[in-house]
């Protein structure tokens, strides 16, 4: 193990248990959707009222409570297998009996540590010597930051989504390390993209997209039908999570996206709801969100005429005909979607002391960085991952070292991943746009690793092609 490995894991390890572990913890407040997750675990906060159950403070302990469900609402996800894996440990050690949300995040932790460590030995043949200290900065730096890591102390499906992503670059980058050379990487490979998928409906586009993409592996192993195998599996995988989706979480997104976007930036509200096959008069509800006081969302009429008539590819084809109106709503919600920290949340218990929706500011460089500066260039990122996209494909097509090739085409795919996230997120639901842009925010950071990463490496190779020609000494004039 090189020296670099265990310095950068005691770095993770020391700030990770600061903040998840020593009071006072770092967590994330519930907003209504941890009884999803929950339900089939029959826990439920130990705080009794509204004002400590949800939003103001985080809550560290539960208790058995089969009320604590929401029929209806409830979705599986590969966070299930943390959770589970939590109850089970907690029962054997807890000494009251009841459960300390910190068993869920040390076992998140560690896993997250070991994708680190196969992160560091992954991109050690592709960034060596001093280089190589870019990725344990950035692990420490960005992928600490307390806008990530604060989800582990939450019941929310993100930690799933945050480690089981790392988790497939890391087995992508193996992948081509390795130079295709043995079927089990890309098994490894499909794996952590089924993982990755089945982790949260939101992440079905970038797990279309991979499928998509690991057909090409085809021609690289042997035997040739591994690779469109495994590009199957993860695509029945995208295809079954998205059909998943319950009925009522599916009406609610399209209700916010109708009422909360579409027609208040409509000069005629009524108009806009008959185009999209909906009774006139619930133009009243403009405004609204699907769990506002004032929603119409909880008519049964409304649910099925909603039902009937508007999807996702409904409101998608609405801003295909009018990209005005989705240029406006982008740049809207772009700012506020570059920032790390979920809306309208606390990070701490109430017993710590704090004021409500108090945040933590430790280890908030990055996540103070983004909201300064991403902010302000949230646009031109994502303008410059759309033209990532075809640039990192030329570049890919006019390499002839294999290796050199499947790293660019690995951040096509992934930047491609990321603006598919960014779109099906914005058009998929107006609400908290923040936490629901969590994906785009990963695969952004990621895909700036890559590009510091091989311009690193490209000074590299220019500065050691110019070393002979400066080192050359210089001949004496003749007299």
């Not at 670099?4 to 005691?10: H, K, R």
């Not at 909603?306 to 508007?310: E, R, S």
């Not at 790293?407 to 992934?414: D, G, R, S």
């Given at each position: 193990m090189k020296l670099?490995?265990?310095?950068?894991?005691?770095a993770i390890a020391g700030i990770l248990t600061y903040q998840l572990m020593l009071p006072p913890v770092v967590g994330l407040a519930d907003q209504g959707d941890y009884a999803r997750l929950l339900g089939a675990f029959h826990l439920g906060p130990v705080a009794q009222t509204p004002e400590e159950r949800y939003y103001r403070y985080f809550n560290r302990t539960y208790k058995h409570d089969p009320a604590f469900k929401l029929p209806g609402w409830e979705i599986y996800s590969t966070q299930d297998i943390f959770v589970a894996s939590a109850v089970a440990l907690n029962k054997w050690i807890s000494k009251d009996g009841l459960f300390d949300i910190r068993v869920l995040s040390l076992l998140e932790m560690l896993v997250f540590m070991a994708v680190c460590y196969f992160l560091l030995r992954a991109t050690r043949r592709l960034l060596p010597g001093r280089l190589h200290m870019l990725i344990s900065f950035a692990l420490i730096l960005i992928f600490c930051d307390v806008g990530y890591i604060s989800y582990f102390n939450s019941f929310y499906s993100e930690p799933a989504t945050y480690i089981s992503l790392l988790a497939l670059v890391a087995?992508?980058?193996t992948f081509i390390a390795n130079e295709c050379s043995h079927p089990r990487y890309i098994a490894l490979l499909g794996l952590c993209g089924i993982l990755f998928v089945a982790s949260k409906p939101q992440n079905v586009a970038a797990g279309v997209i991979l499928a998509m993409y690991m057909v090409r592996f085809r021609a690289l192993i042997r035997p040739h039908w591994m690779a469109p195998l495994t590009s199957a599996i993860v695509l029945a995988a995208s295809l079954a999570v998205y059909w998943s989706v319950p009925r009522l979480a599916r009406l609610a997104e399209m209700y916010n996206m109708v009422f909360m976007e579409m027609l208040p930036r409509s000069t005629d509200p009524a108009a806009e709801l008959r185009s999209l096959g909906l009774d006139p008069s619930f133009a009243k509800y403009s405004g609204s969100g699907a769990?506002?006081?004032?929603?119409?969302f909880w008519n049964p009429e409304f649910q099925d005429q909603?039902?009937?008539?508007?999807s996702r590819f409904t409101i998608l084809w609405y801003y295909v005909r009018q990209p005005g109106k989705l240029l406006s709503y982008v740049r809207v919600a772009l700012p506020r979607g570059t920032s790390l920290r979920a809306e309208g949340v606390g990070n701490f218990e109430k017993s710590a002391g704090y004021p409500p929706f108090a945040r933590s500011r430790s280890f908030a460089i990055w996540s103070r960085f983004r909201e300064r500066f991403f902010s302000r260039w949230a646009f031109g990122l994502l303008i410059g991952l759309m033209l990532g996209v075809p640039l990192a494909g030329w570049i890919a097509f006019s390499l002839r070292e294999l290796r050199s090739r499947l790293?660019?085409?690995?951040?096509?795919?992934?930047a491609l991943m990321a603006v598919a996230i960014f779109f099906t997120t914005v058009l998929g639901d107006a609400h908290d746009i923040v936490k629901h842009l969590h994906l785009y925010n990963v695969l952004t950071d990621i895909c700036l690793v890559f590009v510091a990463g091989a311009g690193s490496s490209t000074y590299r190779m220019l500065e050691k092609a110019w070393r002979p020609f400066r080192t050359q000494p210089r001949m004496a004039n003749a007299t």
């Open positions: 670099s490995y265990p310095l950068t894991l005691a087995a992508w980058i769990f506002a006081p004032s929603t119409g909603l039902d009937f008539h508007v790293l660019a085409e690995c951040f096509a795919v992934l």
